[in-house]
């Protein structure tokens, strides 16, 4: 029988990420790899590490760089960054 809500269905494919607040300039490989996996807003890399995030395939040192950048903005950062004690990003100065 057809009583099933078939626009909700629709809706969810059309907006599955609307309140995603990555920073636009990440590549989309390294978007579509956070979205994959669910990480859609700046908040959830506040509970992941460095590692987790760079494991995603279609993440790279850039992206892996611009979310610190963003999350540092916003006075947060990522879960393991703080242990560590270094800045957002020297991992990528190291390299060049």
Do not use: C
């Not at 099933?4 to 309140?19: F, I, N």
């Amino acid at each position: 029988m057809g009583s099933e809500p078939k626009v909700d269905v629709r809706a969810e494919q059309l907006g599955s990420e609307p309140e995603s607040d990555l920073p636009s300039e990440l590549a989309k490989p390294a978007r579509r790899a956070l979205a994959g996996a669910g990480y859609v807003r700046l908040e959830q890399f506040t509970e992941l590490g460095e590692a987790e995030v760079l494991r995603l395939h279609g993440m790279g040192p850039k992206a892996l760089d611009q979310i610190p950048r963003a999350l540092a903005a916003r006075g947060q950062s990522f879960a393991d960054d703080s242990s560590r004690n270094h800045s957002p990003g020297a991992r990528e100065r190291r390299g060049g």
